[in-house]
């Protein structure tokens, strides 16, 4: 089976190449940034300014090969491509849990992105704490990570 996906906008951010990007968007040198919609899209905007935040979906489009062990940013052993959220997968999908700073037409101005400029954008859904409220929590390898995430930058091992 084959699926084609096509981008309902762009997003616009100040990470020009991979080198100078932060790893999450939870890093303290995430960025403003500017999700620009489609017109054809546009409708599907009306009622998201009364969310915080979005969940953008994208498309890895400068990943042009997956692996299914990879050694992620965060550790110095190799994982199972699912248990990381590293770039070269299967399918170059990539996820960010940003803020809403304001919408203007069709633009959404976001803080905290994370992603490379002119990065084709899949999908948004908005984050509702009540859906995601989860209990018991373990993050498996990551564990011994705690607290890099904020000041890691990305480099081209994913290239």
Not at 14 to 41: A, C, R
Not at 43 to 66: A, C, N
Not at 119 to 147: C, M, N, S
């Amino acid at each position: 089976m084959e699926i084609i996906l096509k981008p309902i906008g762009i997003i616009h951010s100040p990470f020009h190449s991979l080198e100078e990007m932060p790893i999450q968007p939870t890093s303290d040198i995430g960025e403003p940034g500017i999700v620009e919609i489609y017109p054809e899209y546009f409708d599907g905007l009306k009622d998201l300014e009364g969310f915080s935040h979005i969940y953008l979906l994208y498309h890895l489009h400068k990943i042009h090969q997956s692996r299914l062990l990879v050694t992620p940013f965060l550790d110095k052993e190799p994982h199972g491509i699912f248990a990381t959220r590293a770039p070269g997968r299967p399918n170059p999908i990539g996820l960010s849990l940003v803020k809403i700073i304001r919408i203007e037409d069709n633009l959404i101005h976001v803080d905290r992105v994370d992603v490379l400029d002119e990065t084709p954008l899949l999908d948004i859904k908005p984050y509702v704490p009540e859906f995601e409220d989860v209990h018991d929590v373990r993050v498996g390898w990551l564990e011994q990570a705690k607290g890099q995430v904020r000041t890691l930058k990305s480099d081209d091992r994913f290239r």
